[in-house]
């Protein structure tokens, strides 16, 4: 359940599929343009309701509730060995074996 | 108000007039061409007066730094004698993190001048970000429209980042699925809110990077006692290389301009199923390519993006190299930096290999780093999409398929595009059903477009 003035992610479909440009590859033109947004809910919704919210900059823009308090998840990734073997390899033909 | 695509889309030059303050048929000719010099000075602003107004941002005169340690490796690839010294122009250390705030200068300045109260968009890259931090500091409102998630709402991490670094600095981000037609959603928003269009491609934006050409003009002889022999610019868009070869040239520069891009051939820029397959979201052939034949596919109806005009050559790098060469920058000189901005290094690498040492090679930006945005979190991000990660041979990756780190820095090389064919393919572009009306103007036009002569235009004219 979300409140009035909760922060939340809204998305929406911009164009279905079959209003999609023409000049598309297929495997695009098979899915809707869809669009998300944040702004501050403006009346109680649940997760999935259509509800319209205030975004930063003032705009009222309508969509389905999809995230209260949306945040950023994305990090610097798994551990990936060959990124530390670059940086070895580089030094020692730079600066010599003894490195 | 009919809001359907199709509609949108039929009054998109009265929005674009209204959003960017300038009515671009008045620089169009009869026949084929326009005046793009005179596009241009329509701007209003000399390059003295573009330094102070970036200046009134803490914009520019970023540090321009020897790269002692990396040129010392591509000598150990060369033959004796070769490696000239590198030099990288720390754009990173702009406020917002990339040259693109020179380029949201302008824009945003422009927009507050005439008396709009914010600035929309269309970028998935580092202006977004520039855009945001000058609206900031410009006390106007900004909205920031990306293409950054498959149809299964997968985001490409560096886009992510980006958004993250938007919202940070105060603008709504308006994030949608793979499709060209985002622009017809930027032009939704342009008309809904009456904001001025901070577009890549306006004059504004790249008369705001010519001051980075001079800079490096004015920066190397001060430092090195005379020009550099090359500038190697990462090429997408065409508004960076366009920008720095303007700049350079107005300080009366002799260095040769080399573009350079990221293969990613192979690969459809609109295809959902491919978007997530690319390590790059910018700085690749994907755009440098069509932008540079066709840079009036843009959201102004006359780009001032025109790469053609300034490329003395055009080459290009693997994923792989590029990843390989930011993790040698953060390695051996110190510089953590984000991996697209290094496209034009990695080149800069080999192109040095064929210079004597005691030439000088510029690379001309680099850009922040974070989470998302960075070697470790996008080389991660391929692994998991299934991109065959390895050490090996450049030469042999495949766009989409893999990723091959040189198993030694000699293997890092550069292909060289074929600019006759890509000019022969603008002359075409510019062309289109006109072939037997052409007039002398016209065949003018094209030469500019080319960089080239007479001579070549009627021979790629007959050919048509």
């Not at chain 2, 033959?79 to 990173?92: S, V």
Request: charged share 25%; net charge negative; proline share 4%.
């Amino acid at each position: 359940m979300a409140k009035k003035g909760d922060w939340v992610q809204i998305h929406t479909v911009v164009l279905p599929p079959e209003e999609r440009s023409s000049a598309l590859p297929e495997d695009t033109k098979a899915n809707p343009l869809e669009m998300w947004v944040k702004g501050y809910l403006q009346q109680d919704a649940e997760i999935g309701d259509e509800a319209e919210v205030i975004t930063r900059t003032g705009r009222r823009a309508r969509g389905e509730v999809v995230k209260v308090n949306p945040y950023f998840e994305h990090n610097f990734g798994f551990f990936i060995p060959e990124v530390l073997e670059i940086g070895n390899t580089v030094r020692k033909i730079t600066f010599g074996g003894e490195y | 108000m009919d809001n359907s695509y199709d509609a949108i889309m039929a009054r998109k030059n009265e929005i674009i007039k209204n959003a960017v303050g300038m009515d671009f048929d008045k620089f169009e000719k009869p026949g084929i061409g326009f005046d793009y010099e005179a596009m241009m000075e329509a701007t209003g602003y000399t390059i003295d007066e573009i330094r102070r107004v970036q200046s009134l941002f803490s914009i520019g005169n970023t540090p321009l730094i020897e790269l002692k340690n990396l040129t010392e490796l591509a000598r150990k690839c060369a033959p004796e004698g070769k490696g000239a010294r590198i030099f990288i122009k720390d754009e990173a250390s702009n406020p917002s993190g990339s040259f693109k705030a020179r380029r949201a200068c302008t824009s945003v300045y422009q927009a507050k001048k005439l008396g709009y109260k914010g600035v929309v968009t269309a970028t998935s890259g580092n202006y977004g970000a520039a855009v945001a931090c000058c609206a900031a500091m410009a006390g106007l409102k900004c909205i920031v429209v990306q293409e950054c998630y498959d149809s299964k709402g997968v985001g490409q991490p560096e886009i992510i980042e980006k958004a993250r670094k938007c919202e940070a600095l105060g603008a709504e981000v308006v994030q949608l699925t793979v499709g060209p037609e985002l622009f017809s959603t930027v032009l939704q928003l342009l008309e809904e809110t009456g904001y001025f269009n901070a577009s890549l491609y306006t004059p504004f934006g790249i008369a705001g990077v010519e001051t980075l050409g001079y800079e490096i003009a004015e920066q190397f002889r001060a430092k090195v006692g005379k020009d550099p022999d090359v500038v190697v610019c990462t090429n997408a868009g065409g508004g960076n290389l366009t920008g720095t070869a303007r700049g350079l040239r107005k300080a009366g520069c002799s260095a040769k301009v080399i573009a350079a891009s990221v293969n990613l051939s192979g690969l459809h820029m609109a295809s959902d199923a491919q978007f997530n397959k690319k390590s790059f979201t910018t700085g690749h052939t994907g755009f440098g390519v069509p932008y540079a034949v066709n840079p009036d596919h843009s959201d102004v109806p006359r780009s001032a993006a025109r790469p053609l005009r300034y490329m003395d050559r055009y080459v290009t790098v693997t994923q792989g190299s590029v990843f390989y060469i930011t993790e040698c920058l953060a390695s051996l000189e110190g510089l953590e930096k984000g991996p697209a901005g290094n496209t034009s290094l990695a080149a800069a690498f080999r192109l040095a290999q064929d210079l004597d040492r005691d030439q000088c090679i510029v690379v001309q930006e680099t850009e922040y780093t974070g989470a998302g945005k960075h070697i470790n979190p996008q080389l991660s991000f391929a692994r998991q999409n299934g991109i065959d990660i390895h050490f090996g041979d450049p030469k042999d990756e495949i766009p989409g398929k893999s990723i091959i780190l040189p198993a030694h820095p000699s293997l890092i090389q550069v292909t060289d595009l074929d600019l006759d064919h890509m000019r022969r393919s603008r002359i075409k572009r510019a062309v289109g059903s006109h072939k037997d009306e052409l007039t002398d103007e016209d065949i003018r036009f094209l030469m500019e477009e080319t960089n080239s002569d007479e001579a070549f235009v009627r021979s790629a004219i007959a050919a048509l």
